[in-house]
Every structure is written in structure tokens, then in C-alpha cells.
């Protein structure tokens, strides 16, 4: 991560508030952060075939589009260890107690996120942190009809055939699941179908929010104003 990048990129969103492009940046910020966790998969060894049955050109299709997508948004959104940064040190200076000010709706937009996914997450879960990650990209733009205009790479990132391949690997998955418990194939749910609804709900959910304004603050304004008007 380029730390002056991250702070020119945090000086231009804040020359203006924009909440759609702030809750988008969120959005994308916790993907980054899902990235993170991803562990490489190693082509030249064979995979646990009740973990994961893809073949050596999937996994390094997917080693690579989790690389370029994680190197892209080091240089074009602002990341968590960034947020987190600026806002343990708000009071550093005039400066970072601004930049914090502004910043305020993607903390909300943050801690929302995360809430939503922790509590969705059963304990003890074998998450896929790569996938969760392509999946809530894919959830809003392919079932919520939803744009990333301000960021071109990911509109034209190839989230169709990454998805087919986890799809393709999950279905294998279910019917060697299937076969060892003699149950329906049906019945089967992995943790790559608990990814994809656990991505669901959060972009659901998401879309549903909207950062408010501390109403005591405004409260607190208007009635200040009335009492000037009453002097009067």
C-alpha cells in the first residue's frame, strides 16, 4: 500500500461529500479487506477434494484476479488500515479532525458492513474469504441491477467466470458430499453456498442503510434558532 496515494486519494474524496461514492468506496474497502485473508492456492498440489475440486488453470485464474483486484484498489479506493489510521489519530491535528469529520459516513458505512457479517457467519465457519469477496461485487451488480461507474476496472472485471467456476466447483462438491453421507444432493450446503447468502444479506441490507445525521446535533441547532427568533 502506497501511503501517499492513500492520502491523495483521501484529500479528493473529501474536496467533496459525496455519500453515493463514499458508501461505494465502503463497500469496496471490505472487499480489500476479504482479500487480504486470501491465502494462495497452490496449483502443484492436489487440492482436498472435499474442500475445493478445481483444476490447475481455475485456481490460477482465481490466484491471479485476486491479486489484480487487490492491487487496483490499493491505488483507487481508500482502505481500512487507512480509516483506521486517520481516525485513531483525529485529534493529531486540524487536518486528520477534518478529514474525520468528512470521513464519518464511511466509518458508519464500515461498521455496518462488518456487523452484518460477523452476526451471519455461524462460529467455526470455513469461510472463503476470496469468494465472499467476488460474490457481494457480483450481488450488487448482477442482482441489484447496481453500477460501480466511479471504479472502470471493476465494472469490466471478469466476476461472470469467476463465479462460474465456484459454481461449477460447488455443484461437483455437493455430489462427492452427497455420495459419502447417501443423502440428496439437494440437501448438501457448503461453504461455498453459505458465501454466497452471506453476500446476499449484506448487499441487501447495505442498499437498504443510509448514514443519518446525529439528530440531537440537530435538534440541538434548531432550537437554538427559535430562542434567537424569540429575543427578537
Not at 61 to 79: G, R
Not at 142 to 156: L, Y
Request: net charge positive; proline share 3%.
Amino acid at each position: 500500500m502506497n501511503k501517499d496515494k492513500q492520502f491523495k486519494l483521501v484529500l479528493n474524496q473529501c474536496e467533496t461529500i459525496n455519500l453515493k461514492k463514499l458508501k461505494i468506496n465502503t463497500l469496496l474497502l471490505v472487499v480489500h479487506f476479504l482479500l487480504k485473508d486470501y491465502k494462495k492456492m497452490e496449483t502443484n498440489i492436489t487440492p482436498d477434494p472435499m474442500t475445493i475440486c478445481a483444476s490447475k488453470e481455475e485456481l490460477t485464474f482465481i490466484n491471479t484476479s485476486v491479486n489484480s483486484l487487490k492491487t487496483y484498489l490499493d491505488n483507487n479506493i481508500i482502505v481500512s488500515d487507512t480509516l483506521f489510521y486517520l481516525f485513531k489519530n483525529r485529534t493529531q491535528s486540524p487536518l486528520y479532525s477534518k478529514i474525520t469529520r468528512n470521513l464519518e459516513p464511511m466509518k458508519a458505512y464500515y461498521k455496518y458492513l462488518i456487523n452484518i457479517f460477523s452476526t451471519k457467519l455461524s462460529n467455526g465457519s470455513n469461510w472463503i474469504p476470496e469468494l465472499l469477496a467476488f460474490s457481494l461485487i457480483y450481488n450488487y451488480k448482477k442482482e441489484h441491477d447496481k453500477s460501480f461507474s466511479f471504479f472502470p476496472e471493476i465494472e469490466n472485471f471478469p466476476m461472470d467466470k469467476l463465479i462460474n467456476i465456484y459454481n461449477k466447483n460447488n455443484l461437483e462438491l455437493k455430489k462427492r458430499i452427497a455420495a459419502e453421507d447417501n443423502i440428496s444432493v439437494w440437501k448438501v450446503k457448503t461453504n461455498i453456498d453459505e458465501m454466497y447468502d452471506t453476500s446476499e444479506v449484506m448487499v441487501k441490507k447495505y442498499l437498504d442503510y443510509n448514514f443519518k445525521i446525529n439528530e440531537s446535533r440537530v435538534s440541538k441547532t434548531r432550537v437554538s434558532k427559535t430562542r434567537v427568533k424569540r429575543k427578537k
